[in-house]
């Protein structure tokens, strides 16, 4: 391979990992899964798209690391990126030094789900490979862009300045790429304004003016916004109070409820994957049809809100399981947005699926698009850029020194 980055991304009780080169075609990639128990194994798929599956028994996070690198080592990786959900106010990728590592843990309490995992594999890599440049890559930092009046929630002051406490948004690597691939298909690269969905298991919405996020629909957490495969999106706040007083619900349960049992699950009481909806949807079952319409119902009112946001609209893209794969999710959200101008190609749209890329408009009004997402491509590229300054940095230091 050529110069390749290996990208991490820790779990709980999994690991994903990918070695990418700057070949676009040469990718290993991979999933370390249920680790710390007896069914620990490695699944993924090796130089030459040859599928790997090897049994890992009781391994932890260093372990499969470790088994994961071994097997890698013959491409000698150049660098190692770690996404990392939350970077607090980090505004961009930054090579992991012991400051850095600090601030993730300090944004602990803002992804306490996420960011403990991620400073476990950290932890481990840099313990495994000490030589290597390594860098986080935060969901967080490309929304940092946004201006106080789309970050701020209308709550006292100290809580912001004494606790963080602000709109954040997530899926960031996922956002930043797409609109930057969008751009660049349009011939105005990191130009104009753009709408972007990224629709999965967890959605959330973007409104990027330039190349940059100027908002987004998820907040301190993922849980605002749109609604998901199992959380709520946007709910009354005084739900809480309501829940407490009158089933007896402590917060951690009413926590759980919206994140773990809402959403899709919780509308249609029957299954969080959209195929498994629109299928019974098809079928007569009231309760996927309501689930899928409220979906698509919020996620037009998201796009609409934040379009706020830009000074004009020249684009929507589609991304995500859900955003590439489902012609029918996104005719109908398109359906909520008449006034906006959108022209939908149906023949193309329904021709679109399984991961390819495409333009689904007439050809006038604002473009429409359809853009498999790649994180982990983002990742290594950032990882790249980061490694290079840092490179950079050194030589110019080490030329600085006088000679004794």
Same mark, same amino acid.
């Given at each position: 391979?050529?110069?390749?980055?290996?990208?991490?991304?820790?779990?709980?009780?999994?690991?994903?990992?990918?070695?990418?080169?700057?070949?676009?075609?040469?990718?290993?990639?991979?999933?370390?899964?249920?680790?710390?128990?007896?069914?620990?194994?490695?699944?993924?798929?090796?130089?030459?798209?040859?599928?790997?599956?090897?049994?890992?028994?009781?391994?932890?996070?260093?372990?499969?690391?470790?088994?994961?690198?071994?097997?890698?080592?013959?491409?000698?990786?150049?660098?190692?990126?770690?996404?990392?959900?939350?970077?607090?106010?980090?505004?961009?990728?930054?090579?992991?030094?012991?400051?850095?590592?600090?601030?993730?843990?300090?944004?602990?309490?803002?992804?306490?789900?996420?960011?403990?995992?991620?400073?476990?594999?950290?932890?481990?890599?840099?313990?495994?490979?000490?030589?290597?440049?390594?860098?986080?890559?935060?969901?967080?930092?490309?929304?940092?862009?946004?201006?106080?009046?789309?970050?701020?929630?209308?709550?006292?002051?100290?809580?912001?300045?004494?606790?963080?406490?602000?709109?954040?948004?997530?899926?960031?690597?996922?956002?930043?790429?797409?609109?930057?691939?969008?751009?660049?298909?349009?011939? @105005?690269?990191?130009?104009?304004?753009?709408?972007?969905?990224?629709?999965? @298991?967890?959605?959330?919405?973007?409104?990027?003016?330039?190349?940059?996020?100027?908002?987004?629909?998820?907040?301190?957490?993922?849980?605002?916004?749109?609604?998901?495969?199992?959380?709520?999106?946007?709910?009354?706040?005084?739900?809480?109070?309501?829940?407490?007083? @009158?089933?007896?619900?402590?917060?951690?349960?009413?926590?759980?409820?919206?994140?773990?049992?809402?959403?899709?699950?919780?509308?249609?009481?029957?299954?969080?994957?959209?195929?498994?909806?629109?299928?019974?949807?098809?079928?007569?079952?009231?309760?996927?049809?309501?689930?899928?319409?409220?979906?698509?119902?919020?996620?037009?009112?998201?796009?609409?809100?934040?379009?706020?946001?830009?000074?004009?609209?020249?684009?929507?893209?589609?991304?995500?399981?859900?955003?590439? @794969?489902?012609?029918?999710?996104?005719?109908?959200?398109?359906?909520?947005?008449?006034?906006?101008?959108?022209?939908?190609?149906?023949?193309?749209?329904?021709?679109?699926?399984?991961?390819?890329?495409?333009?689904?408009?007439?050809?006038?009004?604002?473009?429409?698009?359809?853009?498999?997402?790649?994180?982990?491509?983002?990742?290594?590229?950032?990882?790249?850029?980061?490694?290079?300054?840092?490179?950079?940095?050194?030589?110019?230091?080490?030329?600085?020194?006088?000679?004794?």
């Amino acid at each position: 391979m050529s110069t390749s980055v290996l990208v991490i991304n820790c779990g709980s009780s999994s690991i994903k990992y990918a070695l990418i080169s700057e070949q676009a075609k040469d990718r290993i990639y991979g999933l370390a899964e249920n680790l710390g128990s007896a069914d620990a194994r490695i699944k993924g798929v090796t130089i030459g798209g040859q599928p790997l599956e090897l049994s890992i028994p009781h391994a932890d996070h260093e372990q499969a690391l470790e088994t994961i690198l071994s097997r890698l080592s013959q491409y000698k990786p150049q660098a190692i990126g770690h996404r990392v959900v939350h970077g607090g106010t980090l505004t961009k990728a930054e090579l992991l030094t012991d400051t850095i590592v600090e601030r993730i843990r300090e944004a602990t309490p803002l992804a306490p789900l996420h960011n403990p995992a991620h400073l476990v594999g950290i932890d481990a890599t840099m313990r495994l490979f000490p030589e290597l440049p390594q860098v986080a890559v935060f969901d967080t930092a490309f929304h940092q862009t946004m201006p106080a009046h789309a970050y701020r929630y209308a709550v006292p002051k100290f809580l912001y300045t004494e606790h963080n406490v602000r709109r954040y948004g997530f899926h960031g690597t996922s956002h930043a790429y797409v609109s930057e691939r969008g751009s660049e298909l349009a011939g @105005n690269l990191k130009q104009g304004g753009w709408l972007t969905a990224h629709l999965g @298991n967890g959605s959330s919405t973007c409104a990027i003016w330039n190349g940059q996020s100027v908002d987004t629909s998820m907040g301190l957490t993922p849980l605002e916004g749109v609604v998901m495969g199992t959380r709520s999106g946007d709910v009354d706040p005084s739900l809480h109070s309501f829940l407490a007083a @009158n089933l007896g619900w402590d917060v951690y349960k009413i926590d759980r409820m919206l994140n773990k049992e809402s959403g899709l699950l919780g509308l249609s009481d029957l299954s969080n994957d959209m195929r498994t909806l629109i299928e019974a949807s098809e079928q007569g079952n009231e309760d996927a049809t309501l689930a899928i319409e409220v979906f698509c119902y919020r996620l037009a009112k998201s796009l609409a809100a934040i379009s706020c946001g830009l000074p004009r609209i020249d684009g929507l893209i589609f991304t995500g399981g859900i955003g590439e @794969n489902s012609a029918y999710i996104r005719e109908k959200t398109l359906s909520y947005l008449p006034h906006f101008g959108f022209n939908l190609n149906k023949t193309q749209n329904n021709e679109l699926k399984r991961g390819t890329e495409g333009r689904i408009d007439q050809g006038h009004g604002p473009q429409i698009w359809v853009i498999p997402t790649d994180e982990e491509a983002r990742i290594a590229q950032e990882t790249r850029q980061v490694a290079a300054q840092t490179s950079l940095l050194s030589k110019k230091s080490e030329l600085a020194v006088e000679p004794a």
